[in-house]
């Protein structure tokens, strides 16, 4: 293998791959990233056995080849080379890559690029549904953080993904909330679909959405345990969850007794206010709701309240249709849910104390939070 590439290409492919890098493997190979030449580019591929990445790069191939080196090693070499033509000759004999830059050298020793895993690819299948990238990066965003962090129950570590007709629907629960969004497809899905993807997975392909040009297509494995997607330059693949996902629909709640219209911005100001003091006291956060009576808006009460620290207490305006009433909440949930959030304004939807508080972003139909309420001592 000998081959010339730029090497803000390199270093971009390299940080792209990596993130699928094994951190601890019994098998030395999963540190390692592939370098292989096809069809006149250079392809960098990375897996950890649940997720893989593909990436292709530009390059000038002399000749064909393969080999795997050490991910970090080669990152850290790429990266503190000059931005200049970048030359990798690889001895077939020591498997051994030569890294070329400039007036720098670097031989790099590797493992044989047959000892690697394959990663799959579906060239031939026809993707089940085609979207944009920034479209999917956002729906991902407002979804995958409300996933489990632990693996306890492997299904609510994971994002439910259903393909119908032309729309994409995604939810994701952990037992203290729950985030459901859909996406209006450009074109009708080839096959009607419904699978359960690592949200881990999904934020990879969140950061590859956005970098990536064109669109991005979603493709099903045959067999159904992996899910591949793919733009112009990178593939993610990625193995599915087994299980059955808690219907999310179902326990979201269809009336309220108030509607709260609030500023983003402001709101998401006074919550991280509230924070510092929250934090003390098991994270919990108290929203009160006033209505304002016939001249004027109500207005919404934060406060926290923490016995070894102090309290905070802060008041924004609000537009509040119904009774009122207070509810208290996870205030680290309420954040990560305000960040998500694009539009100026937000609704609140509240039943009792009792029951879980449903957000909307105002103007965006397609996106529904709930958070459950946390018992107020």
Not at 229 to 236: P, S, Y
Not at 248 to 260: A, K
Not at 314 to 322: A, L, N, P, S, T
Request: glycine residues 8%.
């Amino acid at each position: 293998m000998k081959l010339t590439c730029l090497q803000e290409n390199l270093k971009r492919g390299l940080a792209t791959v990596s993130h699928a890098v094994a951190g601890k493997s019994t098998l030395p190979v999963l540190a390692n990233v592939l370098l292989a030449t096809d069809g006149g580019r250079l392809k960098l591929a990375a897996t950890n056995l649940e997720v893989g990445i593909t990436h292709w790069i530009g390059a000038q191939v002399q000749e064909e080849g393969a080999i795997t080196v050490p991910a970090k090693l080669l990152a850290d070499v790429v990266g503190g080379l000059p931005n200049d033509r970048v030359t990798i000759t690889l001895d077939a004999r020591t498997q051994t890559i030569k890294v070329e830059c400039g007036r720098f050298t670097s031989n790099i020793k590797g493992i044989e690029a047959d000892e690697f895993p394959t990663i799959p690819t579906i060239a031939d299948k026809q993707p089940a549904a085609v979207l944009q990238p920034d479209v999917l990066r956002e729906a991902i965003g407002q979804v995958a953080f409300a996933a489990a962090a632990d693996d306890t129950r492997p299904v609510l570590a994971g994002v439910l993904v259903r393909m119908r007709e032309n729309r994409l629907f995604m939810a994701a629960a952990d037992g203290f909330r729950a985030a459901t969004r859909i996406v209006t497809l450009p074109e009708p899905v080839s096959q009607q679909a419904e699978f359960i993807v690592p949200a881990r997975a999904l934020e990879e392909l969140a950061r590859i959405a956005g970098e990536a040009q064109g669109t991005i297509s979603i493709t099903l494995a045959p067999g159904g345990s992996q899910v591949l997607f793919h733009t112009e330059t990178t593939e993610l693949v990625s193995r599915l969850i087994d299980g059955k996902f808690p219907d999310v629909e179902r326990i979201i709640p269809q009336q309220y007794l108030t509607r709260t219209i609030l500023d983003t911005a402001e709101l998401a100001k006074a919550v991280k206010l509230a924070s510092y003091f929250a934090a003390a006291s098991q994270n919990v956060i108290k929203l009160t709701m006033e209505p304002g009576g016939e001249l004027g808006p109500g207005k919404l009460v934060i406060s926290a309240n923490a016995a070894e620290v102090g309290d905070n207490t802060g008041e924004i305006d609000g537009m509040i249709h119904g009774e009122g009433g207070q509810i208290a909440l996870n205030v680290k949930y309420l954040s990560e849910l305000l960040s998500s959030v694009k539009s100026a304004q937000i609704a609140l939807e509240t039943q009792s104390a009792q029951s879980p508080g449903v957000f909307k972003p105002v103007g965006q139909d397609s996106y529904v939070h709930i958070i459950m309420p946390m018992s107020i001592r």
